[in-house]
């Protein structure tokens, strides 16, 4: 069992930047994959960026690449998010995810996650 809880949301003008963290408990925590997603206001939860569990491989979404770094500290528990150059398009709630126990793969769609945290508030405004 993975709980997960992110923090570092907030409001920032275009330009600007965050980062997220999420913040995992169990022992197990650098066992799992783990991923970022983002929903805004009625739309679907698409995935942002992805990590396997040792940090070797990363997958980002084509509308983030170069703007956003998914890194992890496995000592800590802790995945993060860097978010830069944000755009008023990047708001939405961010989610992180935590799947493919002991498998070193990307995982790449929300059915594949298992758990998941509440989600933290991004908006960018203009």
């Known amino acids: 069992q993975v709980q997960l809880v992110e923090s570092g949301g907030g409001l920032v003008q275009a330009g600007g930047s965050l980062r997220l963290s999420c913040a995992a408990s169990g022992r197990t925590f650098s066992r799992y994959a783990m991923g970022w997603f983002r929903q805004a206001p009625g739309k679907e939860r698409d995935l942002v960026a992805a990590?396997?569990?040792?940090?070797?491989?990363?997958y980002y979404a084509g509308s983030v690449e170069g703007r956003f770094t998914i890194s992890r500290d496995n000592a800590k528990n802790t995945v993060y998010l860097r978010l830069n150059s944000l755009i008023p398009e990047d708001t939405a709630v961010y989610y992180c995810a935590a799947g493919g126990f002991d498998s070193n793969a990307l995982i790449m769609t929300t059915v594949g996650y298992d758990y998941w945290g509440q989600g933290t508030q991004v908006t960018v405004s203009s």
């Open positions: 990590i396997t569990w040792n940090g070797g491989h990363t």
